[in-house]
């Protein structure tokens, strides 16, 4: 008797599954396309425009995704043109039939940020980020003349002191990068604390200091590493530098008080 029952169950079980999963891709989602814009503007606090296909997927987890995709300038001069763009779903809202995204990604994105930065309100999480983690893949981002290719990384809401954490990996020069920043909130003077570290090659690199609220950053800096040939046309030997006051704008790039260390020299 069990066995009678047991082969339908599964049966059952398996066409369930393939309905799941066949169902959503051949509905024409054309009429969700304005809804899906504006729930994306309104969770990243800036236009976005879907100009691909959409499709939903309900397995293994419930997603969105949309080929296409333009965000634009929120007055801070930064725009995103991504080959695709994920939203993750709440399963319980979508039973609801509410579209609740949970995560953002961003798929083999174009990023491009000015330098020097925007005054800090630019700087300040969008709203999303209290409810959302985003995630890049695979993406490029351009900041002036610099540019990071193969950009995978995840930004998600600190503290009640952090604005912003991320962390990730990128590929400069044809080297691969890890570094990590951590964003705290904007004082009533406009100034915000942030941190960074980068890891390649062996080289490690910290920076402790703060954004200005008219662009640029001021801080100290410490640098060490086996070999500096690997980072710079150098003797291959080990190196360390410490800066009590590193200063970066659009035009300058100082140093003061430097302490330089060349193999034990």
């Known amino acids: 008797m069990t066995r009678r029952l047991a082969v339908p169950v599964l049966l059952l079980l398996a066409l369930l599954g393939a309905g799941l999963w066949v169902a959503p891709r051949v509905i024409d989602w054309e009429a969700w ?8 503007s309104a969770r ?3 236009p976005v425009a879907l ?8 397995l293994p987890s419930p997603r969105v995704e949309a080929g296409s995709v333009e965000v634009g300038d929120a007055g801070d001069g930064v725009t995103v043109r991504a080959r695709a763009m994920r939203l993750r779903l709440d399963l319980a809202a979508l039973l609801a039939l509410r579209l609740e995204p949970r995560e953002i990604v961003l798929v083999g994105g174009e990023i491009r940020l000015p330098w020097p930065p925007g005054a800090l309100p630019s700087f300040r999480p ?9 995630r890049l893949e695979d993406c490029r981002v351009l900041v002036g003349g610099l540019e990071l290719e193969k950009v995978d990384a995840r930004l998600v809401t600190g503290g009640a002191t952090e604005a912003l954490v991320a962390d990730g990996g990128f590929v400069w020069r044809g080297q691969a990068v890890r570094f990590s920043g951590q964003l705290g909130r904007a004082g009533a003077d ?5 941190d960074l570290g980068l890891a390649v090659g062996g080289a490690t690199l910290s920076a402790r200091g703060v954004l200005q609220p008219a662009g ?13 040939s690997a980072l710079v046309p150098a003797p291959a030997v080990p190196f360390r530098a410490t800066t009590n006051r590193f200063t970066v704008a659009a035009d300058l790039l100082a140093a003061d008080d430097l302490s330089l260390d060349l193999g034990g020299q």
Do not use: K, N, S
Not at 33 to 40: N, P
Not at 51 to 58: C, D, K, S, T
Not at 190 to 194: D, E, W
């Open 33 to 40: 396309r304005g809804r899906l814009a504006d729930i994306a």
């Open 126 to 134: 969008p709203p999303w980020l209290t409810v959302l983690d985003a």
């Open 216 to 228: 640029g950053y001021e801080g100290r800096l410490e640098a060490a590493g086996p070999d500096l």
């Open 44 to 46: 990243l606090g800036r």
């Open 190 to 194: 406009g100034i915000a604390p942030l």
């Open 51 to 58: 100009e691909g296909p959409i499709a939903l997927v309900l």
